[in-house]
């Protein structure tokens, strides 16, 4: 695995992002004061791979930034791919894990080539399983490496170098086996023993057969004599066999026959049945013409009768026509009188209203008549004053 760029935020000693670019240098040390960073870089790499680092998970998060988020994101190239891991941890939720692998696809694009060749789209293709546990086992598989060999094999922790010579031989042992890959050799162990087991399997299935077929060769000459038993037997029953197909085939010939003249006896029963149907419909059907006949010939007797009759119906219905026309004018004359007895209707009912109102006219009108005879008389009663005053008033000039 060969780093090349690893970007922290929020994580341990650094509190704004801060990149680094593992291309633009071969070699390096890193020196500084104590709670520089130094450690918290090493740190990063561990915790964004396996989310291992000092002290507890919530620990990385630095407390002095606005976010109170740990994220780091490294970038590595390895077997001939280039990788990319995200870990995410916010304070109070869980951790977000996300695994990629660069896409490096060619794609002609009109406005992008360089000197007429396609240019390189480079694309992250998402490696994420469903939960973070799966990304997790998912990137020790691609590294085949897990925190304990890292730890011991390509990076070693600070004040731990001798943590491998620490370590019991058992556990030595798996630590080099997975630096050599040691482990597939177990799974070949293991496909080994399954193909063995299945190979046993068929062998025996395969003895089983010749051992049938052993058994079955042992039996062989029995079974000649037998089979030659039984030809003869069969000899004897083909014969037999063909006097009783012969036998069946005059029987079948005779029910054919027979089912022959069943279906003509049908085919006549049914003809006759049909006959003596058609025989009745005509007797009925004479009767009936016997029946208009004799009709007919009352007729025929009747036929002055019949003649009269018809004149007289002829001279009814002539007067007939004319009481119609005469009940036609009739109701003609009864719409016109309708309508005339509605209009009378209506002047008769506008009269009575003006009638009523004049009614009314003339009981205010004999009041206020009244009213001026008394104011009459009230005003002759004046008057007399007036004229005693005057007459009085015409002595006096004199």
Known sequence: ????????????????????????????????????????????????????????????????????????????????????????LPRGKSTVLEFQIMDDGRRTVDDET???????????????????????????????????????????????????????????????????????????????AEKRKQIEGDVQEIDGRVAEIDSELAEEDARKSRLAELENTLKQLSATRNVQES?????????????????????????????????ATYETRLAEKESERSNYADLVNRAKEIESAYKSWQKVRKELEELEKTALEFREHDKERELLLHKIEVEKAKLEQEQSALSDQLSVISGQLSVVSELEEKLQRRKRPCLKCRRRLKNAMS
């Open 114 to 192: 360089v000197d007429g060749q396609p240019s390189m789209v480079q694309q992250w293709k998402p490696l994420t399983e469903k939960t973070t546990r799966d990304t997790q086992a998912r990137i020790e598989q691609t590294l085949r490496l897990d925190y304990d060999t890292f730890i011991n094999a390509s990076f070693f922790l600070q004040g731990k170098a001798d943590e491998f010579t620490q370590r019991k031989s058992s556990e030595r042992k798996a630590v080099l086996s997975t630096i050599l890959g040691l482990e597939i050799w177990d799974t070949y162990k293991e496909r080994t």
């Open 247 to 279: 036998a069946l085939e005059n029987i079948k010939k005779n029910a054919a026959l027979i089912n022959e003249q069943r279906k003509l006896a049908e085919t006549l029963s049914s003809t006759l049945e049909r006959a003596r149907t058609s025989l």
């Open 1 to 88: 695995m060969i780093p090349r760029h690893l970007r922290i935020s929020g994580f341990l000693s650094y509190r704004d992002p801060v990149e680094l670019d593992f291309d633009s240098f071969d070699l390096a040390c890193i020196s500084g004061h104590n709670g520089a960073g130094k450690s918290s870089l090493l740190d990063a790499m561990t915790w964004v791979l396996f989310g291992e680092a000092r002290g507890k998970s919530t620990d990385v998060i630095n407390l002095n930034q606005d976010v109170k988020a740990a994220e780091v994101a490294l970038t590595f190239a390895y077997e001939g791919n280039v990788f990319r891991v995200q870990r995410t």
